[in-house]
């Protein structure tokens, strides 16, 4: 089987469509060696991937490898993962195998901590406990001072943590990933401090067309936190 990538399109109606080869644009890791990107933009980030992997679920396809090296952004806003179709023997993931959805949300929650922490991730300790302890001590370092306060902070933390939790039953679906992490994206300043306005400064530097100053995931999201998944779930039924 060739290798093909999935891409999130960017606005309102893009849609997430797969094709062979390599995808257009810049590797995460490339452009997180040169900058972290706002909280906004990260959480958009998060959801654009998201999103990508519902598709990839209804598809029947599986990642298990998912990382920054394998996430491209292009200057139009466009959103990839690389690496479908990739034979692997095993995933970062505790449990090790490869060809199950909570295992590319696991390698979301690798991708966010990556883009929204300093430090990066380390050794995680073998036991269940020890593991998810560990992720809460990673989770409370994350920069989230501009929205310090706000009533929901408390309930995305644990969120991000469940993303990457140890136990597979504890982690959510794709869907409820996008739709928390698009809604709380919603909530922070948009000028400045979206992903393609982040990314596109970096690529200005290097002499590329700049992204458009538009969101690019302005799907409409429910507001709430504490509904979200719900909401999410419901929607879910009800297109079966």
Not at 42 to 56: R, T
Not at 58 to 72: M, N, T
Not at 91 to 99: Q, Y
Request: charged share 25%; aromatic share 4%; net charge negative.
């Amino acid at each position: 089987m060739n290798a093909y990538h999935y891409t999130r399109e960017a606005g309102e109606l893009g849609q997430v469509l797969a094709a062979e080869g390599s995808a257009a644009g810049r590797t995460l890791e490339e452009l997180l060696g040169e900058q972290r990107p706002p909280l906004r933009a990260a959480l958009e980030l998060g959801a654009a991937l998201a999103d990508i992997l519902c598709i990839a679920e209804e598809d029947g396809a599986f990642h298990g490898d998912l990382s920054p090296r394998v996430v491209r952004v292009a200057t139009n806003g466009n959103v990839s993962v690389e690496g479908f179709g990739v034979p692997r023997a095993r995933s970062c993931a505790p449990e090790g195998v490869v060809n199950a959805a909570s295992v590319d949300i696991y390698g979301l929650g690798l991708v966010l901590h990556a883009a929204l922490s300093p430090t990066a991730l380390g050794a995680m300790p073998s036991d269940a406990d020890g593991h998810d302890d560990a992720v809460i001590d990673r989770v409370m370092g994350f920069d989230f001072r501009e929205v310090q306060g706000k009533r929901w902070l408390q309930e995305v933390r644990t969120f991000l943590c469940k993303i990457l939790a140890w136990h597979v039953e504890e982690r959510p679906v794709a869907l409820d990933a996008a739709n928390v992490l698009g809604s709380v994206a919603d909530e922070l300043p948009g000028d400045g401090q979206n992903l393609p306005h982040a990314a596109g400064s970096l690529m200005r530097d290097r002499g590329s067309r700049p992204f458009a100053h538009q969101g690019v995931w302005n799907q409409p999201r429910k507001l709430g936190i504490g509904m979200l998944a719900q909401d999410a779930r419901e929607h879910r039924v009800g297109a079966d």
